[in-house]
């Protein structure tokens, strides 16, 4: 029964949520604190709004009824907290109504989330025998899916990493057409995968990821766009609840089980502008499965078993760190020119994804911790990495309209309670150093490259006088290396924070070379007696 309220409340987030709060920060170049503040309406009023009234959720008022309740008023209920993604996090607190709450397993959440894609599936008209045997398994690894050990793999094999050492890998790659996911499925799985056969899986899942890259941008550790990744996932599984070891003829029917599903919701998507009512409904139930699948593969949602008041309201308080991402490139159509590894070490834009339609109201604010960084720019985009604030096109509608939205140096916000506003966006925070001192930086770079040429011309034009070469004076050399003071005290500067150090790194490794090229023209030109001791 609590488990059945929890995929009910799931499916109207925004009916039983008033409003949701979302703080974040960045706190340094790695990580960002994030606060999400949940404002729970009564559920016993929730329960009881009519059919066809907003905020009415089906068959939760006879849910409720049947759940014991409390000296209290409470009842013990699982509930669906907030929606994270699958990257590193610290410090995960959940309270509800003031009080520390117990997260369920990730596994059993996951498994949770496959039964409400059942749920899916059923209301969108279309056949589910198949989640009994086959797609329960594959969906609950896939919405689980730990990325790290395929993630290594991938990126020893596909990256060239500035140290020579780990060039062997793609270099194998390259030469001996060595796959990086037939290494990693050999590695995981009990009986090996043939070439032959991972083609023929290959072929099963390409429709699987157009239909989830019509949804989502392209990333290569998401489990839903690329199902074969969670296989090993799936065969642990199996093992552990005691339902027999994977094969590959296993393998074949649940990656069939899962194109079918997809299939069968992509079709029935294409009704989504019918006449007929029902039809209409079943479409956008499946338009639903179809964007949820993708979500959930990337994403996994933080179910929480909680004693809360049913009959008025509450509070839900989330606190994370969160890694910051300074560069999102697994997207081929919105990628930046950084397109090397190494470019993460010098990008200044966080991408930062946000569930913005999950309650009735949603509120967002962006700061960063350290004065001497401002935000030049904030942009809001759709998870295929197109804007959500103005048209693609010239002409093209804007689906909502933005309620409030408000810019400066220190703070981004975004309020919105536009009944069909996105479920998630990304928000791109264009990140930059303060322009006093970016303008100090600009002058010191500027000033020693014209303090190293004036150097090194006046040395070499010198004139004949009495057979003898007069070049430049020690007096004048010292005159010309004086910005030198002034470069090295931005060099050598302690930052207030890393985030800071991050966004002036580039410039400090530029005027670094610069100081050592004018010390080293310095040193060479009175070595070369082109500087005169004494005049």
């Not at 606190?319 to 997207?331: C, G, V």
Request: include cysteine; glycine fraction near 4%; aromatic fraction near 10%.
């Amino acid at each position: 029964m609590q488990d059945n309220i929890a995929l009910t409340l799931l499916h109207h987030l925004p009916a039983w949520r008033m409003r949701a709060i979302e703080r974040i920060e960045f706190s340094s170049a790695l990580w960002s604190v994030r606060e999400h503040e949940i404002h729970v309406k009564p559920l016993t009023e929730v329960a009881m709004v009519r059919s066809g009234l907003p905020g009415h959720v089906p068959d939760l008022y006879s849910q409720l009824a049947r759940l014991p309740k409390g000296e209290d008023g409470t009842a013990e209920l699982v509930l669906p907290i907030v929606e994270l993604p699958k990257v590193p996090l610290v410090d995960l607190r959940i309270t509800v109504d003031g009080e520390p709450v117990y997260r369920i397993p990730l596994d059993v959440g996951a498994e949770m989330e496959a039964q409400y894609i059942k749920n899916l599936a059923n209301e969108a008209g279309i056949d589910t025998t198949s989640f009994k045997n086959d797609l329960t398994d594959l969906l609950s690894a896939i919405f689980f899916l730990p990325t790290s050990q395929y993630a290594a793999t991938w990126k020893r094999y596909k990256q060239f990493s500035i140290n020579p050492r780990q060039w062997r890998h793609p270099i194998m790659r390259i030469l001996a057409k060595k796959d990086p996911l037939e290494i990693f499925l050999n590695s995981c799985l009990r009986f090996e995968v043939k070439a032959h056969t991972l083609q023929e899986w290959r072929e099963i899942c390409s429709p699987i990821k157009d239909y989830v890259l019509q949804e989502t941008m392209e990333d290569y550790l998401n489990g839903a766009e690329y199902p074969l990744i969670a296989l090993p996932q799936m065969s642990r599984e199996m093992r552990r609840l005691g339902k027999g070891e994977l094969d590959e003829d296993s393998c074949n029917r649940r990656l069939k089980a899962l194109y079918d599903l997809l299939y069968a919701a992509h079709a029935q998507k294409a009704h989504i502008d019918s006449e007929n009512e029902e039809q209409r409904a079943r479409a956008a139930t499946a338009s639903m499965l179809l964007s949820t699948y993708a979500a959930f593969g990337s994403r996994w949602t933080a179910f929480s078993r909680c004693r809360v008041p049913v009959d008025r309201p509450f509070i839900i308080n989330v606190r994370e760190m969160r890694s910051i991402y300074f560069q999102h490139k697994w997207n081929r159509e919105y990628r930046s020119w950084r397109t090397f590894p190494t470019a993460e070490h010098v990008g200044r834009t966080a991408w930062k994804m946000v569930t913005f339609a999950d309650a009735e109201t949603n509120h967002l604010s962006i700061k960063t911790a350290d004065t001497s960084v401002r935000l030049h720019r904030c942009e809001a985009v759709d998870e295929k990495g197109k804007p959500v604030d103005r048209p693609v096109k010239e002409g093209e509608k804007i689906g909502g309209e933005l309620d409030e939205e408000s810019e400066t140096f220190e703070l981004y916000l975004r309020h919105d309670s536009t009944p069909d506003r996105l479920r998630r966006i990304w928000i791109k925070c264009h990140l930059r150093l303060d322009r006093v001192i970016s303008l100090f930086f600009y002058l010191a770079m500027a000033t020693t490259a014209v303090g190293t040429a004036l150097l090194i011309w006046r040395a070499t034009e010198g004139k004949e006088v009495n057979d003898e070469v007069h070049g430049i004076t020690a007096k004048d050399a010292a005159v010309i290396l004086i910005p030198v003071a002034f470069v090295a005290s931005f060099v050598l500067t302690r930052d207030t924070s890393t985030i800071a150090m991050r966004l002036r790194k580039l410039r400090q490794f530029i005027l670094l070379i610069e100081l050592f090229v004018l010390l080293g023209t310095a040193f060479a030109l009175y070595f070369g007696h082109a500087i005169r001791a004494h005049p």
